[in-house]
């Protein structure tokens, strides 16, 4: 298995782009204790950190049930946990993936993004790179989601036998759609182990210059021979789309809808993409969209509330479209300008528990987090650090909070609170709570000794 061959494709295709609720009573707290501080993924907090969210916690607080039980999971990528990685770090990853990650979903593709050509000519199946991430998912302890992206070239106009990288991005022709089905088919048949699929991968090579729109006809065509192969082989295997970019303009901009905030504007043409897929589907058990919080004109959001407020509203509209589940297949939340963004830096691991927070508030249903494994191609929060190198498979600032998510998001018993007064979060089930300093500064509390520290989360425990 040759470097190139694992090679993944650009993230994206036209279009390009970066990657509230009542007031409640105050959270009752008579000894609370932190546990872990992510921001220091190795190191207890001082005494003066434990004071400080104590009393943070006891001030007023907007605190709003979960819309719905939500699962979390992640998907693997270019490289996660292979077997030519070092054996120390590699089997450390694996670990935290085991425990942090504990009976949450694990996403695959059918073809890139660490996965091989499946059947580079007609009838000719190489499952053996599928097989390696299957039994990681299945070794790891997780659920498994598979994407049925991307296709073989003989599928788009490539000769058989052949497989060119460059093109992993080009979509089936009309022609070749029931042989897709067919190799989709295939592969939810011979993985049992599979208990959700995404059809496609942000509509890759379905975008249609010469209208300035995406060609949902031909994605919907796609799908509805994708959904019918696999319900006939499958039927009680949930099958969602349609998978796409919900990107936001700056204000101004050609193409904006109706729906806005402080964040931008959503654009039209994704959401004409889901009207027509939801009139035209012949069948769907969820839907699935992706996003960021950065504008197609690469505008950052001003605080990490306010872009995550822009998941928010896409929710509330999709809810008003549908009452299919909302998986969000991909997030992207961006820091405001001067964050330090990258995949072991606590400032990421704040952005992405800020989506959590908008997700979970807005009822979403899932949420995936692309490439588990930290990576310099990627700049967002990542679960562990690079496997390919020695010393790697460590725990990032993201790893302690995510593993104290998984099973109570799931569960759907908790509680999402923002403070009135300071730019903090916080999720709170049971006895425990995860509370995240949002900004790059330290938030002085009242009575409080000492301040919480920059992008700072922190896992409590409490009793009364």
């Not at 000894?31 to 501080?37: C, D, G, N, R, S």
Request: with cysteine; charged share 20%; aromatic share 8%.
């Amino acid at each position: 298995m040759t470097a190139f061959s694992r090679r993944p494709p650009s993230r994206h295709l036209f279009p390009p782009r970066r990657r509230s609720g009542s007031l409640g009573l105050a959270l009752p707290v008579l000894a609370l204790l932190t546990v872990v501080l992510t921001a220091c993924a190795s190191t207890p907090p001082p005494a003066s950190v434990v004071t400080t969210v104590t009393a943070a916690l006891a001030g007023d607080w907007n605190w709003q049930k979960q819309g719905s039980p939500m699962a979390l999971g992640v998907t693997h990528t270019q490289s996660s946990l292979d077997p030519e990685e070092p054996a120390a770090a590699r089997q450390s990853g694996e670990q935290i993936l085991r425990t942090a990650d504990a009976g949450g979903w694990q996403n695959v593709h059918l073809m890139g993004f660490g996965t091989l050509n499946p059947e580079a000519s007609p009838g000719d199946y190489d499952w053996s790179s599928l097989d390696t991430r299957m039994k990681l998912v299945k070794d790891t302890g997780g659920k498994t989601v598979l994407t049925l992206c991307c296709s073989p070239d003989w599928m788009k106009g490539g000769a058989p036998g052949q497989t060119d990288w460059s093109q992993i991005e080009v979509a089936p022709t009309p022609d070749h759609y029931d042989d897709f089905a067919a190799l989709a088919a295939a592969a939810v048949k011979r993985y049992p182990q599979i208990q959700r699929v995404l059809v496609w991968n942000e509509l890759k090579g379905f975008y249609d210059d010469s209208r300035n729109r995406w060609d949902f006809e031909a994605y919907t065509a796609l799908y509805n021979k994708v959904y019918t192969a696999v319900k006939a082989v499958r039927p009680d295997l949930p099958v969602g789309g349609p998978y796409i970019v919900l990107d936001s303009l700056d204000p101004g901009q050609n193409d904006g809808s109706d729906i806005s905030g402080q964040w931008g504007v959503a654009d039209q043409r994704p959401l004409d993409v889901i009207t027509y897929w939801l009139q035209h589907k012949v069948g769907a058990d969820f839907l699935a969209v992706d996003g960021g919080t950065s504008t197609r004109q690469m505008t950052p959001p001003t605080s990490l509330r306010e872009g995550a407020q822009k998941f928010a509203d896409l929710d509330a509209w999709l809810k008003q479209q549908t009452d299919l589940p909302i998986w969000w297949a991909e997030f992207y939340p961006d820091l405001p300008g001067g964050g330090d963004s990258a995949p072991n830096s606590p400032a990421s691991a704040a952005a992405t528990l800020s989506a959590l927070a908008a997700f979970a508030r807005s009822g979403a249903a899932g949420a995936l987090l692309w490439g588990p494994q930290a990576s310099r191609d990627l700049g967002y929060a990542a679960l562990w650090t690079d496997s390919t190198k020695s010393g790697g498979g460590r725990a990032t600032p993201l790893t302690a909070a995510w593993q104290w998510l998984v099973p109570r998001l799931a569960r759907g018993d908790v509680e999402i609170g923002y403070s009135t007064t300071l730019p903090l979060v916080a999720f709170r089930e049971g006895g425990s709570a995860l509370v995240v300093n949002l900004t790059g500064d330290a938030v002085t509390v009242p009575k409080a000794a000492d301040p919480i520290p920059a992008w700072t989360s922190s896992i409590t425990s409490i009793s009364s």
